[in-house]
């Protein structure tokens, strides 16, 4: 057979039909799939000891190991991988182009069905029609909503590694299985050019009645999954780019295992200012292998950030970064604003003629245009200084997460405890920089906290703020 790849994978999920699709893929000449090569529990089948000479010791201490063996076996050699396999292997497979990936999917309803009627006769293999053991399945919400948020995140795992990386796969229905045509077409991708002419192997379906047979609460059951957002319409959607770590932002404590993680539009400067108090010299200008041997010196530190509520954060950076002028104003973003999004910005600063009622409607005109760039409808960066604290947040973990998320209005109590809890003495904190010329609550209203809602639906959603005043 033409040698198309090196080896083959069949990222499939338990009672997805994948012991048929492996007994399919077994028919065609120079093709061999090799069980489940990587289960945590056994290696290639529950009664089997070794998969090419190599036993479940060596391939549990060395898992490549195994993988090179498959990749040099004659002809083209594959295994299938579910979600819960052996999770050091994965990123190798993901990132090799000459191993073919193949998704098998089932309706989740299905294969949850399935996989309960399996538990409960332990049979999960059917050759002998008349030895099938008949059962019932018991739908449980909870856990069927497990087995479909876990389902649901691998898919979407491999669906992203596989674009980040160039590559596509195979994707094979669990109906798809039984189809002669469709099996010979997955067969010629592998590189095998002799089609079959039948299936030809005892493997029978298990449980072919229809889905209301087979669950003793199957009105219960319809109930649960009508209450399921099958389309996610209650998502937030996020377009924001994802972010790695600041890292050159973290300060650290000259005199305590404190590093701060700061969260741009915040109180770094409060925060910052307690630090010093500490003692000692702050460190700043991490990399990333400077942050790493911080960490190694300084065992039981704490990490920590402090989030700002998303409208006073947003007037927080409109005050100083749009307003007003100087080395830290993003003078090029403030001409757009002005000249693209109508903001009544004064040419100079300070400006006598700038008044509080023209403060809140340019304020109100930010809050607009931070809606319409965070959705990626403006062709301006989304700056840190304003992107969502979900977001950031979420490109800490990338690195390391702060192990402590403080709120500007717990601060004093909260970093208090910190201090206390890496035995030091805490300063008291000092108090945030007033925003000018007008404070956020000269121009508060309900409408300003509609926009802030419409610019940070996820802060809002996923930080659990609530209106500002």
Known sequence: MAQNFDAFVVFAEMRTGSNLLEANLNLFEGISCLGEAFNPHFIGYPNSTEILGIDRATRDADPLALLGRIRGAEGLAGFRYFHDHDPRILEPLLDDPRIAKIVLTRNPVDSYVSWKIAQKTDQWKLTNVSRRKDAKATFDTADFEAHLEALQGFQVRLLNGLQKRGQTAFYVAYEDVQDLDVMNGLARWLGCATPLESFDHNL???????????????????????????????????????????VPGYVASGAAPLLYMPIKGGPEDAVCDWLAALGGELK??????????????????????????????????????????????????RRVLVNRHDLPLPESWPDASYDLATHRRAFAGFLEFLRANLAGQTNLRIDPNWASQSGLLQGMGDLCLPDLVLREEEMAEGLARLAAQVGVSAPAVPSAAADAPFALSEIYDAELEALARAAYPRDYLMLGFGDWR
């Not at 099958?230 to 790695?244: A, K, Q, V």
């Not at 509520?309 to 002028?325: G, S, T």
């Open 284 to 333: 700043r200008d991490f990399n990333q292998k400077g942050l790493r041997q911080w960490l190694r010196r300084n065992a039981g530190h704490r990490r920590f950030t402090v989030l700002r509520h998303p409208l006073a954060r947003a007037h927080h950076v409109f005050c100083h970064r749009i307003l007003a002028k100087g080395p830290q104003a993003f003078g090029r973003i």
């Open 204 to 246: 029978k379906r298990q449980n072919p009645a229809p889905i209301s047979d087979k669950v003793e609460n199957f009105e219960e059951m319809e109930q649960a999954l009508a209450r399921l957002d099958r389309f996610d319409l209650s998502r937030t959607p996020n377009f924001e780019p994802r972010r790695g770590a600041a």
